[in-house]
């Protein structure tokens, strides 16, 4: 079974506010910020096929899960939800010393 990764627009925010925050601590590099965003989004392709395998988020909810993607010296949290047997929804994407989800 595969099931559909969809994001929501925070989630979409997120990636764009990670992208700009690689771009201007590593001086404009767009090879750097392009290869974070790659890191993503492959980190979160394993969700189409094995969402249950990943942590919950919190121990009341089964089907809100947080994926641990690297990339460098640390790496990303992205927190969703398994909405139904056929979809994923990407609720937010944060770096992994970042305090909270934005």
Known sequence: MTYRVRFTEAAENDLARLYEFVLARDDGD????????????????????????????????????????????SGYVALFEIDDEETVTVLAVRHQLEEDYH
Do not use: W
């Open 30 to 73: 767009f090879t750097v910020a392009a290869r974070a965003l790659q890191a993503i989004r492959d980190g979160i392709r394993s969700l189409e096929l094995t969402p249950f395998s990943f942590r919950k988020a919190t121990p009341s909810n089964p089907f809100l899960r947080e994926i641990i993607i690297p990339f460098g010296a």
